[in-house]
Each structure stands twice: as C-alpha cells, then as structure tokens.
Nanobody
Framework: VQLQASGGGLVQAGGSLRLSCAASGPTFSTYTMGWFRQAPGLEREFVSFIIGSTGNTYYADSVVGRFTISRDNAKNTVYLQMNSLKPEDTAVYYC????????????????????WGQGTQVTVSS
C-alpha cells in the first residue's frame, strides 16, 4: 500500500486547508484511514481516523468542531478538511492506513497503523 499526501501549505490563522491522501490497493474501502501530525520536537500525535467498514469518524479533542475527515472509496482517497486553523495546528501531517481486520494496536496511536504517507507541511501564521 502506498500513500501520497498533499494539500499542505501556509495559511493565516482562521483560514482553511484541505488535505488529501491518495492510496493504492484494491481493498481501500476496508482500510481504516488516519491522520496524524508532528510538530518540531514533539511526538507524532493523533488527529482523526475514519473506519472503512462503517464510515465512523473520531477526532482528537483539539480539533473537534474544526476538522472533518472523509473518504471517497471510488477515488481511493481520504480527506481532512481543516477550518478555523490555529498557529498550534502547525505541523507535518501524515496519513496512515490500517489494514482490517486487525486485532492489535489502537486507532489513536501510530502503532495501530500499517502504512504511512510521506507527510505534508501545514503552517499557520498568527
């Protein structure tokens, strides 16, 4: 499985960006897809995930109400719509795929995912 993230950039506080992550693989619709981010000097942290079989979505408390994850299985792509961006959202954003069924690793930790994209930089200026 290969993942290609895109859509990052420089935006002012209060602005919006939409990240995309294109995935390879014939069974994309079954993958749980996640977004994580990593700021300089900090650990990679959970942002959001969407379960393939149900479409259920989950978010970190810090982004609830501002970010929306979605997927288009026909295009093998997952999106992260980010609104009301804050300077503290500045980070490299990574998409990740978890092949299901999987019985180890939790959805909100990096170890719960099998494949990672290369990351896309998001910078929010104040």
């Amino acid at each position: 499985v290969q993942l290609q993230a895109s859509g990052g950039g420089l935006v002012q506080a209060g602005g919006s960006l939409r990240l995309s992550c294109a995935a390879s693989g014939p069974t994309f619709s079954t993958y749980t897809m996640g977004w994580f981010r990593q700021a300089p000097g900090l650990e990679r942290e959970f942002v959001s995930f969407i379960i393939g079989s149900t479409g259920n979505t989950y978010y970190a408390d810090s982004v609830v109400g501002r970010f929306t994850i979605s997927r288009d299985n026909a295009k093998n792509t997952v999106y992260l719509q980010m609104n009301s961006l804050k300077p503290e959202d500045t980070a490299v954003y990574y998409c990740a795929a978890r092949l299901e069924p999987r019985y180890s690793g939790v959805y909100y930790e990096p170890g719960g995912y099998d494949y990672w994209g290369q990351g896309t930089q998001v910078t929010v200026s104040s």
